[in-house]
């Protein structure tokens, strides 16, 4: 068989694998990347309310606070001019929360590779190769990027290479879900339409992979990125709630998907699976006792551990309302269930096997994992919006928010790593070169989509349903937002001093208003 070509990168770091040619060196490679440097340095401009220089000592602090033990496509150095031009900018009162937006944003753009076969984003730094683990986390985040060519070079990667279409299956993903999320953003339809035929491919070998009989998908806990859980095992064949809800997205992201091509079969198609895996994970997967969605074991027993994967069905609206299933949220805020000082815990802390698989070995047996606090905090962001309930609140979410935010902090500095301990905020395998700025959660996505409140949509409205408190925040901003070919601004002005407009919530679209209302409340717009 012949060796495999090495791919390399702007770093000059190397990996041999198939699929990725090897383009060699020449002049015209390097009048590419004069290019893209010189764009990456031009100076930005002024959004219609911010201004990018405020915000530029961020990136100067992070800058200085770290050595810097791996550069990609964007160095330190050049971090700000490339951010300003990419990135909405925020400002609120609270300044560990902006300052953490900034310092995700300046983290994520460290795992930003362009390799001979287009651009990439990686998990680990220390790892020149993307792990499709958290692959729907990564396109959440970079989907509020400008340029959105990182993203579109991205999906192809993992859809258009053999070599890597058999790294995507080596963990349960969300990938269509994500592509249709990020749709609803750009309205790029050519490009989603054009992947069509892939997301099938991709959806009918997972079927062939991991579905049952019984119509469920099973997987291992380490398959689900989520090794040594109270429920799991890697070698059992459980059926879990996580790959199960991801399917589900997945089949409902298709379906859609096929009606934007005008491929009605298709589209029913999706459709019946979709509402067929609804039906199941609730009648099999719901223990009706716990008031939770469980793990449903390979013998045909519960796992008997209310786990943190059992919010995840509400990450795609999966759960009917109405129907009582909003009750497992009570556990969110209880300290024997989810409710830790420094987030939310992945197992509940009252199981007799909370925390006893070790340390330092990738545990979800209840030490906090950002992954897993950015799937909860979207879905509990679905739940507030979407679902009839009284388990939980506005104020629920922004505390859960607030810990997230302060949790991301090592010797009094930004800080994200893979996971950390519930009680002291320690960071677990977080401070090796291996884990470092961890690519394996969103935050902005979060901040944008739950905080402020934008819900992108399929059509020309613009919906901002802030879960932010009243009371809380007097003002902020969130400005140069790419949505659909505009550029929008949210505006929360509780006495109008702040930013001149008057008080109230607004949304401007091109500098110019669409929607406002005087209270801290949902508002709609549509796009001029």
């Not at 902006?98 to 994520?108: A, C, G, K, L, T």
């Not at 969300?174 to 790029?188: K, M, S």
Request: contains cysteine; hydrophobic residues 35%.
């Amino acid at each position: 068989m012949e060796k495999p070509k090495p791919v390399t990168t702007m770093t000059g770091r190397r990996t041999d694998r198939p699929g990725c040619p090897d383009h060699g060196s020449g002049f015209a490679p390097l009048l590419i990347v004069l290019f893209w440097l010189a764009a990456v340095s031009a100076p930005a401009a002024d959004w219609p309310v911010l201004k990018p220089g405020a915000f530029a000592h961020y990136s100067q602090d992070f800058n200085a606070m770290e050595d810097e033990n791996v550069t990609n496509f964007i160095s330190n150095a050049g971090a700000w001019d490339w951010l300003q031009k990419e990135i909405p900018l925020f400002e609120c009162p609270d300044r560990q929360v902006e300052e953490m937006y900034y310092f995700r944003w300046w983290s994520f753009r460290k795992h930003l590779e362009r390799t001979s076969d287009g651009f990439i984003f990686t998990e680990f730094l220390t790892r020149p190769l993307p792990v499709s683990s958290a692959l729907g986390h990564q396109i959440r985040e970079g989907r509020w990027l400008h340029d959105q060519k990182y993203l579109d070079d991205y999906a192809r990667y993992w859809l258009r290479s053999p070599f890597n279409w058999q790294q995507l299956h080596k963990y349960s993903n969300w990938l269509a879900d994500a592509l249709y999320q990020r749709y609803l953003v750009t309205r790029d339809q050519g490009f989603l339409v054009s992947l069509l035929g892939d997301l099938t491919r991709d959806y009918a070998q997972w079927e062939q992979e991991r579905l049952a009989t019984n119509g469920l998908f099973w997987q291992y806990d380490v398959r689900d990125a989520m090794e040594e859980s109270i429920s799991g095992s890697r070698t059992n064949q459980n059926f879990r709630p996580s790959i199960n809800s991801y399917m589900f997205g997945n089949a409902r992201a298709l379906a859609a998907i096929a009606r934007l091509a005008g491929n009605k079969p298709a589209a029913d198609e999706f459709d019946l699976k979709a509402a067929r895996l609804k039906q199941l994970v609730q009648e099999k997967l719901w223990n009706p006792e716990a008031k939770f969605f469980e793990v449903l074991r390979d013998d045909g027993r519960f796992a008997a551990v209310r786990e943190e994967t059992g919010f995840i069905p509400w990450m795609f609206e999966l759960p009917e309302p109405g129907k009582g299933y909003e009750a497992a949220w009570t556990q969110l805020t209880d300290p024997q269930g989810f409710s830790a000082p420094y987030g939310i815990t992945t197992a509940e802390r009252r199981h007799p096997q909370f925390r006893s698989h070790g340390y330092g070995h990738c545990e979800w047996d209840g030490a906090v994992w950002p992954f897993a606090t950015s799937q909860t905090l979207t879905a509990l962001a679905n739940v507030l919006r979407d679902y009839p309930q009284n388990f939980v609140t506005q104020r629920d979410f922004y505390d859960a928010f607030l810990a997230y935010v302060r949790s991301q902090r090592a010797d009094d500095k930004p800080y994200i790593g893979e996971y950390l301990d519930e009680t002291t905020g320690q960071w677990i395998n977080g401070k090796s070169g291996r884990s470092r700025y961890y690519n394996h959660s969103t935050f902005a996505d979060l901040l944008i989509t739950g905080v402020v409140g934008l819900r992108p949509q399929a059509d020309e409205r613009v919906i901002v349903q802030p879960l932010l408190p009243e009371g809380t925040w007097d003002w902020f901003c969130l400005d140069g937002v790419k949505y659909h070919g505009r550029l929008l601004t949210v505006i929360w002005d509780k006495d109008g001093k702040r930013y001149g407009r008057g008080p109230g919530l607004m949304v401007l679209a091109d500098g110019k208003e669409i929607a406002h209302t005087p209270r801290l409340e949902s508002v709609n717009g549509q796009l001029p």
